[in-house]
């Protein structure tokens, strides 16, 4: 089975910056594309903020654009998400993804407030 985990979350004033970084079971992360998506609190659906394929091109939310920056070390079998003048409006639960079946990690809280 596989599992993935984020780490990384927590509470950051505006303008700060956070990394989230997730480790998956095996070589899940090495061998398939990663994204991570966040949930705000009450939203219904998850949005996608940032992908990176096979060939580590990448793709990013335009809320994100510019701000965050998704990497992925194969070495370490870990992928990154570099968060950086982040806003009250990236406070959410955020996920790594796999498309891969999917396979979803459990979340983690990142909270931007003064």
């Known amino acids: 089975q596989v599992h993935l985990v984020e780490s990384g979350g927590g509470f950051v004033q505006p303008g700060g910056s956070l990394t989230l970084s997730c480790t998956g079971s095996?070589?899940?992360?090495?061998?398939?594309?990663v994204g991570w998506f966040r949930q705000r609190s009450g939203g219904i659906q998850r949005e996608l903020v940032a992908?990176?394929?096979?060939?580590?091109?990448?793709n990013y939310s335009n809320s994100v654009k510019g701000r965050f920056t998704i990497s992925r070390d194969n070495a370490e079998n870990m992928v990154y998400l570099q968060m950086t003048s982040l806003k009250p409006e990236d406070t959410a639960v955020y996920y790594c993804?796999?498309?891969?079946?999917?396979?979803w990690g459990q979340g983690i809280q990142v909270n931007v407030s003064s």
């Open positions: 993804y796999v498309p891969l079946s999917p396979y």
């Open positions: 992908f990176i394929n096979l060939g580590d091109a990448t």
């Open positions: 095996g070589s899940v992360l090495r061998d398939n594309p």
